[in-house]
T-cell receptor
Framework: GESVGLHLPTLSVQEGDNSIINCAYSNSASDYFIWYKQESGKGPQFIIDIRSNMDKRQGQRVTVLLNKTVKHLSLQIAATQPGDSAVYFCAENEGTALIFGKGTTLSVSS | KAGVTQTPRYLIKTRGQQVTLSCSPISGHRSVSWYQQTPGQGLQFLFEYFSETQRNKGNFPGRFSGRQFSNSRSEMNVSTLELGDSALYLC???????????FGSGTRLTVV
């Protein structure tokens, strides 16, 4: 599947591939991280979250990996489908606020 | 249960006017946050309210203000609108810190 080492604004994959979206966060004191999916005309939709006392968490077709040493977060989507096409954002908490990354546009072609 | 409801969905205002946006959180959620989303700046935190008190505020001018009512519904107000205030304004509700934030569909504000 496609993967990116650094944040890229766009990622194009074929249906059925595995996708990996990366994100770097800034605050080493952040203890809660969330991945959101945003489709055109809609608000961000929660995908999966992870706390800083974990390094991996799995959901349905999605896995989030947290590397606190290098302040890096990744979202893995298995068997990517056309319906996964959207903009994906990572967010870290700063107190009661969420600080969002720049977002990666995932395009899935069939 | 019902999600986060934001009204209105779309709004067109003239420079210099003021605007009020409304957000109804998920039932039982006492924390309501507001975010501004623009193509250039992305998603930026405006402020967060809990039990009618502002607990946190982002780096926005004083023209942006908000409040929360006893039923947890929240409003945000922008006075003396500028063209740069054109954005998607998103509201999110949460049961508390670290419990996830559910977003509404947003209010698309256009300032002309």
């Amino acid at each position: 599947g496609e993967s990116v080492g650094l944040h890229l604004p766009t990622l194009s994959v074929q249906e059925g591939d595995n996708s990996i979206i990366n994100c770097a966060y800034s605050n080493s004191a952040s203890d809660y991280f969330i991945w959101y999916k945003q489709e055109s005309g809609k608000g961000p939709q929660f995908i999966i979250d992870i706390r800083s006392n974990m390094d991996k968490r799995q959901g349905q077709r999605v896995t989030v990996l947290l590397n606190k040493t290098v302040k890096h977060l990744s979202l893995q989507i298995a068997a990517t489908q056309p319906g996964d096409s959207a903009v994906y954002f990572c967010a870290e908490n700063e107190g009661t606020a969420l600080i969002f990354g720049k977002g990666t546009t995932l395009s899935v072609s069939s | 249960k019902a999600g986060v409801t934001q009204t209105p969905r779309y709004l067109i205002k003239t420079r210099g006017q003021q605007v009020t946006l409304s957000c109804s959180p998920i039932s039982g959620h006492r924390s309501v946050s507001w975010y501004q989303q623009t193509p250039g700046q992305g998603l930026q935190f405006l402020f967060e309210y809990f039990s009618e008190t502002q607990r946190n505020k982002g780096n926005f001018p004083g023209r942006f203000s908000g409040r929360q009512f006893s039923n947890s519904r929240s409003e945000m107000n922008v006075s003396t609108l500028e063209l740069g205030d054109s954005a998607l304004y998103l509201c999110a509700s949460s049961a508390g810190v670290g419990y996830g934030y559910t977003f509404g569909s947003g209010t698309r504000l256009t300032v002309v």
